[in-house]
């Protein structure tokens, strides 16, 4: 038993899924960027992308569903070729459904998705941007040189068609720790975040979202080299907050990876942790799962979780309880 999965039976707690209320598509691991912190290894090397024929499995299976919300992210989901296709299909279904795009800013303004901001505000798609910080030292030293110019003329583009004013048009930030530590108060630092970003650059978003970097991936590999990878863990696992778990985002959300493989988280995506049927050690793909078979189901664990439960704890929509 992994040390999280022995916290919950302290707590008397089993960790099943709830009603989903979030298909969250992982169309791949191709990005422009090369930040420190990426749990998913993204890049612009990187050949994993989802296919059209897998796109329309997906949105068949959707189709048998009531889940409301799909939720776009990679990599850089803006890049794999078709991402319009997969917004236009789920928008054509006969019930309403929301999208969301977990969005890096500067794509918006690489060559050949100049036009990608406009479609987005015509098909009224919910932006979710990476914003490390409001001041370019601290930007450019996680995500790259130049990205800070670039999120900020990205941001301004993207409130001049009218997001984070319309409300038809939400554009929620996201930050994350620069470092080996746990985010502040996410009501504080989102007062700090309107506050300069307003006043230097004239830009306005509804909501800031602080997540906590999880110990995988390209942060884990960062944590090892710099011989901090026990310490963070220690400072996870000494922070585990339970008043977290009821909103732990496994609980309503089905992560789905690029060839179509199912996940309880978008983390456990990239601990390959992939759902397999019962008593068999068969892979299961969306299209193997009955929708009507999703509630109660028990959600695979690992020491990693340490850090959804850390602090006010992390989930796709940000800290889960207040900081006390
Ligand atoms: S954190 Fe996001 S923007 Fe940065 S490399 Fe990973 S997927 Fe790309
Ligand atoms: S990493 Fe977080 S979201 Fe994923 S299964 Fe663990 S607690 Fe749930």
């Known amino acids: 038993m992994n040390r999280f999965a022995a916290r919950l039976v302290q707590e008397n707690v089993v960790l099943r899924h709830g009603r989903p209320e979030i298909l969250q598509v992982n169309v791949g ?25 897998t796109i329309n499995r997906i949105i068949h299976w959707l189709a048998r569903t009531d889940i409301p919300t799909v939720d776009l992210t990679g990599g850089a989901p803006e890049m794999i070729p078709d991402f319009r296709y997969f917004i236009e299909q789920v928008k054509a279904l006969q019930s309403e459904r929301h999208v969301i795009d977990r969005c890096n800013l500067t794509i918006l303004r690489e060559t050949g998705y100049q036009d990608l901001a406009e479609f987005l505000a015509t098909n009224r798609v919910e932006i979710i941007a990476s914003m490390p910080c409001y001041s370019a030292g601290n930007v450019n030293a996680q995500r790259g ?31 994350n720790p620069v470092g080996a530590f746990l985010p502040p108060s996410q009501e504080e630092l989102e007062v700090d975040y309107k506050r300069e970003l307003k006043k230097h650059f004239g830009i306005v978003f509804n909501k800031l979202y602080a997540l906590t970097n999880l110990p995988i991936g390209r942060f884990a590999s960062y944590l090892r080299h710099n011989n901090k990878l026990d310490e963070y863990m220690e400072l996870l696992i000494s922070a585990f907050n339970p008043a977290t778990i009821d909103g732990l985002m496994c609980r309503n959300t089905i992560s789905v990876g690029w060839r179509g493989e199912v996940y309880d988280c978008d983390f456990n995506q990239q601990l390959g942790m992939q759902w ?39 989930s796709c929509g940000g800290a889960i309880s207040s900081l006390s």
């Open 29 to 53: 691991k191709l990005c422009n960027l090369t930040c420190v912190h990426c749990h998913v290894n993204a890049g612009p090397k990187r050949k994993e992308i989802m296919t059209r024929e």
């Open 145 to 175: 040189e130049g990205v800070f110019d670039g999120s900020i003329a990205a941001l301004q583009l993207l409130n001049s068609l009218g997001y984070g004013i319309d409300p038809e048009l939400p554009l929620h930030l996201v930050y």
């Open 276 to 314: 397999s049927s019962d008593g068999e050690s068969k892979p299961l793909f969306l299209w193997d799962i009955d929708p009507n078979l999703l509630e109660d189901r028990e959600i695979m664990t690992g020491d990693h979780c340490f850090g959804c439960t850390a602090g006010a704890g992390s």
